[in-house]
């Protein structure tokens, strides 16, 4: 059973381009989480899908900045006219579903976005 | 309230040593606390986690202590080795959706 897969594990975009990083989640987990860390930060919540549904995405910033989790494939974390400042490691963590209780959250190794 | 304080920012400890890192945080609701271990260049992968209900867990040489009325946990890592090297992340979730993590600890292990 493969982990969570993330791709590409580096991506490098001039300003003003797109990035779109990819994850795909581990078989049977239907829930998926981003979160971006900056260098010498903790990882920061930005949002939290199910498949077709945006749950919770109190953390993306308004603007840029979109997600989704399509019925088939992966999930996708799209930035838009990317900014120095977007730099840093975007990781994807996936879940099963709840049943009732915490399940542990499966981190992927990452995708490291340098903005030039 | 939704921070999760943790320190130290780094450690170092001889190999064979206790390692201490601790985190405070503030909303109430929090109603699970892991802590995650981060080797450079991999992504998060729990370590050990407890809920406010216990005021101790241990597994191996990992051991969280969780202090309800403080609102403080901590972890302890017994006999030290290199390959402990690495940095810890505690982190905080309320009803098993997104975790906040604390800002991590840079450990070395001396040998």
């Known amino acids: 059973n493969a982990g969570v897969m993330q791709n590409p594990r580096h991506l490098v975009r001039r300003r003003g381009q797109e990035a779109r990083l990819r994850c795909s989640p581990m078989?049977?987990?239907?829930?998926v989480y981003w979160y971006r860390q900056l260098p010498e930060e903790g990882l920061k919540f930005m949002v939290y899908l199910q498949k077709e549904n945006i749950i919770d995405e109190s953390g993306m910033p308004k603007e840029r900045f979109s997600a989704e989790f399509p019925k088939e494939g992966p999930s996708i974390l799209r930035i838009q006219q990317v900014v120095r400042g977007d730099s840093a490691a975007y990781f994807c963590?996936?879940?099963?579903?709840?049943?009732?209780?915490?399940?542990?959250?499966?981190f992927g190794q990452g995708t490291r976005l340098t903005v030039v | 309230q939704q921070q999760v304080k943790q320190s130290p920012q780094s450690l170092i400890v001889q190999k064979g040593g206790i390692s201490i890192i601790n985190c405070a945080y503030e909303?109430?609701?929090?109603?699970?606390f892991p802590w995650y271990q981060q080797f450079p260049g991999k992504g998060p992968a729990l370590l050990i986690a407890i809920r406010p209900d216990v005021s101790e867990k241990k597994e191996g040489r990992f051991t969280i202590s969780f202090n309800k009325s403080a609102k403080q946990f901590s972890l302890h890592i017994m006999d030290s080795q290199p390959g402990d090297s690495a940095t810890y992340f505690c982190a905080a979730t309320r009803g098993f959706q997104k975790l906040v993590f604390g800002t991590g600890t840079r450990l070395l292990v001396s040998p």
């Open positions: 909303n109430t609701a929090f109603d699970y």
């Open positions: 963590a996936s879940s099963p579903p709840d049943r009732g209780r915490f399940t542990e959250a499966f």
């Open positions: 078989k049977g987990h239907s829930h």
